[in-house]
């Protein structure tokens, strides 16, 4: 079976433009976590969501940043006018019901804005 | 909030065994997951403890002592291709994983 894909995988953007991350989940994982890592760093969590309900959106760094799940499987992460700082790797990952299991991550989106 | 400290960088001998450390503050456990992050790819899981004590699998065990807060991965008999990050993440309160930065282990021959 397929794992988590994510695209696009690399994606240049002009300082002010919008942007939008795909993420597939593994089928029949209900739980979908978004997370953002900098070079060097770890996973920082910016969002998750359990079927289509986004439980806690914590992690979202700014209003800018918007994720939707509207029919609990694939994903979107999408950031407006974006800005240098959010220059990263933005990983999606997938589980069963979260508590003790295993998330499976996604190749990741490396976005660069110029 | 949640606290993950774990070294940044180590390095090792191919063949030897080499313990990489972290100890967490949170509120709230459910668990606590290492995982392996090769260089521009995915994390992947390797083990999951929420009671104290080792698991072993394979060359990975990894060990938790929740009233210390403290955990270790210990990898035996490395492989070059054990040169990684290796995040050390847990799940608090919330069930959602929390990463510390990673410990970027090199193994050299």
């Known amino acids: 079976g397929a794992g988590v894909s994510q695209s696009p995988r690399y994606k240049v953007a002009k300082r002010g433009q919008d942007v939008a991350l795909r993420c597939d989940p593994i089928s029949g994982h209900v739980s979908l976590f978004w997370y953002q890592q900098a070079l060097g760093q770890g996973p920082e969590f910016l969002t998750y969501?359990?079927?289509?309900?986004?439980?806690?959106k914590s992690g979202l760094p700014s209003d800018r940043f918007f994720a939707e799940r509207p029919e609990g499987s694939v994903s979107t992460l999408k950031i407006q006018r974006t800005q240098q700082e959010d220059s990263a790797v933005y990983l999606c990952?997938?589980?069963?019901?979260?508590?003790?299991?295993?998330?499976?991550f996604g190749p990741g989106t490396r976005l660069t804005v110029l | 909030g949640q606290n993950i400290d774990q070294p940044t960088e180590m390095t090792a001998t191919e063949g030897a065994i080499v313990q990489i450390n972290c100890t967490y503050q949170t509120s709230g456990f459910n668990g606590l997951f290492w995982y392996q992050q090769h260089a521009g790819e995915a994390p992947t899981f390797l083990s999951y403890n929420v009671l104290d004590g080792l698991e072993e699998k394979g060359r990975f065990s990894s060990f938790l002592s929740r009233s210390k807060g403290y955990s270790y991965l210990l990898l035996k008999e490395l492989q070059m291709k054990d040169s990684a990050s290796y995040l050390c993440a847990v799940s608090g309160g919330s069930y959602i994983p929390t990463f510390g930065r990673g410990t970027s282990l090199i193994v050299h021959p």
């Open positions: 990952a997938s589980s069963l019901p979260s508590g003790g299991n295993e998330q499976f």
């Open positions: 969501f359990q079927n289509e309900a986004q439980l806690d």
